[in-house]
């Protein structure tokens, strides 16, 4: 833990990418963000680092990686596309730089333990950037789960749905020696780090994950993310799964179904988790992300225990993806500080990525069945 003269003390913040998401998540927000400098930027485009560096007077743009991390870093963001995460995390904790990733964090469960072991050894703190842990109705909802309300989980049915969310197909978004994956790797990151928190303490027995393809004629007939674009050049194969369906086992009977789908026929898009246990069950209805065309209107947490049932309303201006990202932004520098003491990143980050790993060595892949378990989803929410 630092000196109590040093939380007086900006972090030195530097940021390894400048995308999409850096420019529309991590810049704002970094803007409203108290005990951090932007001190340094990398981009392999200098024109984005460049225009991130606008933003922050402090920062400088470098197009070599030795020299930003000679710039006097302490702590870094990466938000660099999927397949360098694990390569740009790996130099800075091997130069004693704290790290803030984005998902996904890697493609193996071994990367993983190479990045804790290198975190360890070279004395810094790693983070994985799983933001929707962050959303205040999430964190209500662990914390009901926490204090036991609905006692033993014993069945978790959850699902992230588009209707049109395929992030720029014909990127490295769509093609998965770039990208790691399809749906299941983004967003299914985020709703199986929230899962497996859910199940914590449970050992799967049996994985299953049955996919669809992703076709240009799906995205010709549908469209992609209005929402998420940019002009880079669409040129790439795409060989990814747009719908994945999960479905794992634990050894003690518990189950958990996760629905996910870039490309549906849901009438707007929506995020959902139902979490039965032996004394009751927890439903919460929201949308993750950044889209604005939402299935539900109004973000609930609703409660039924006993025949007593509670709802919690969320203001969708508190409960967003940019408050999310703040508190996230904020526990970082807050860590870097020593303000707090990191508690089971690695471990955590290990069961997120093997379950991804597992599901893919399962994948059955089916377009017209997953389509069918989608679709009788989607009824039975209507």
């Known amino acids: 833990i630092k000196k109590e003269g040093d939380f007086l003390k900006k972090v030195k913040l530097g940021i390894i990418g400048c995308g999409w998401i850096a420019q529309y998540a991590y810049v704002p927000v970094l803007r409203e963000i108290k005990n951090a400098i932007v ?72 990367e993983i333990w190479e990045i804790g072991n290198m975190a360890k ?37 959850a699902g992230w749905i588009r209707k049109q969310g395929v992030p720029r197909p014909g990127t490295w978004f769509t093609n998965k020696e770039l990208s790691g994956g399809g749906v299941l790797v983004d967003l299914g990151s985020h709703m199986l780090d929230i899962c497996t928190m859910i199940m914590e303490g449970r050992e799967p027995e049996y994985y299953q994950l049955i996919s669809a393809p992703l076709t240009s004629e799906a995205i010709k007939d549908v469209g992609a993310a209005r929402w998420f674009k940019r002009n880079d050049p669409e040129e790439l194969e795409l060989n990814v799964e747009s719908t994945a369906i999960v479905q794992i086992t634990y050894i003690d009977g518990a189950k958990l179904r996760c629905n996910l789908s870039w490309l549906s026929s849901i009438e707007n898009d929506c995020t959902y988790f139902k ?47 940019m408050s999310a990202f703040k508190e996230m ?35 059955i892949v089916d377009a017209v069945k997953a389509t069918e378990l989608l679709t009788a989803e989607i009824h039975s929410m209507r």
């Not at 397949?83 to 790290?99: C, D, M, P, Q, R």
């Not at 070279?122 to 662990?142: C, S, T």
């Not at 246990?277 to 939402?294: C, H, M, V």
């Not at 860590?335 to 399962?362: D, F, K, N, P």
């Open 275 to 321: 979490i039965c246990g032996d004394k009751g069950e927890i439903e919460l209805k929201t949308l993750f992300g950044f889209s604005t065309e939402r299935y539900w209107n109004e973000d609930t947490l609703t409660v039924k225990v006993d025949g007593i049932t509670e709802t919690y309303h969320y203001d969708k201006k508190e409960n967003g993806s």
């Open 121 to 157: 050894r070279h004395n810094a703190l790693y983070v994985p950037g799983m933001v929707n842990r962050w959303r205040k109705d999430v964190q209500q909802m662990q914390s009901l789960l926490r204090s036991n309300k609905i006692g033993k989980v014993t069945d978790v049915s």
């Open 329 to 363: 932004i904020s526990n970082f520098t807050n860590l870097v500080q020593g303000r707090l003491t990191e508690t089971g990143g690695i471990l955590e980050a290990c069961r997120l990525v093997s379950c991804i790993e597992q599901l893919y060595m399962s994948d």
């Open 39 to 110: 001190l340094s930027v990398f981009d392999i485009d200098s024109s984005r680092a460049q225009q991130v560096c606008r933003v922050f007077s402090s920062a400088k743009a470098y197009e070599d990686m030795n020299s930003f991390f000679k710039s006097g870093v302490e702590a870094v963001i990466i938000a660099t596309p999927n397949f360098s995460h694990v390569e740009y995390t790996l130099n800075a904790l091997e130069k004693g730089i704290s790290v803030l990733c984005e998902k996904p964090i890697a493609f193996l469960e071994k």
